[in-house]
């Protein structure tokens, strides 16, 4: 992190939340501002010729939504962070694989708190790119291997074991996986679709395009939203009946 500030960006029509988000952005040394715009289709061009980390983005704005923006934004996305005053669009911005949700107005301490998750987020995936930099790439990669009980997730130079038990959910990023635990999470350079044809399909199940969960961890489901060892998942609408045979 000291190396490498997390390039930032600020994306909101009304001019004191970009002036808030952006007086609390220069309270955190390791976030760089590059820029605030009060429309998408402003951050739109900057992002045709910039490349950033981090995008703290308004909902409800004219002409292109925020939504709308990160749906044609495409795979390739930095991490993202919808800011609205409007509770209802969380599981939208879920099913998006944003990676939080800001309610207005915005406190300090609750800013924090996603920061230190995107800090956290973003050394691992730099420690996992600067790992698979010095992959020779004329080999295809292998960084999971499944046996018996347990698998086993080659990152940040090392060999993870993780037994199924432990092992609570999945989840995709871009080119990488999160592996979490109680305790832990693991990024490593797979994909989710090979996770589902080696993991054993009455131990994990798909939920979502960005999710795989570990059956024995699920303990509530509400409307969209998946309970898995107290935090919420979103359930994507094609995966629901699947996930709704294990309740019966």
Known sequence: MEDKKIKTIIVDDEHLARSLIADYVSKVPYLELLGTFKNAIEAMAFLQ?????????DIQMPNLSGIEFVESMG?????????????????KGFELNAFDYLLKPITF?????????VGKQFELLTSSKNETNQVNHSLPVQNITTKNDSITIKADYKLYRIKFDELLYMEGQKEYVAFHTSHKSILTLTSLKKLE???????FIRIH?????????????????L?????????GLSYRAELLKIFE
């Open 75 to 91: 795979g390739n996305k930095p991490m993202i962070v919808f800011t609205t005053a409007y509770s209802e669009y969380a599981i």
């Open 197 to 203: 044809n080696d993991l054993p399909s009455e131990k």
């Open 49 to 57: 010729s910039n490349t950033i980390d981090l995008m703290f983005l």
């Open 209 to 225: 395009k960005s999710y795989i969960v570990n059956i024995n961890a699920i303990e509530t489901l509400e409307g969209n939203m």
């Open 109 to 117: 301490p609750r800013f924090l708190q996603t920061i230190n998750k």
């Open 227 to 235: 309970g898995v060892n107290g935090v919420e998942l979103p359930v």
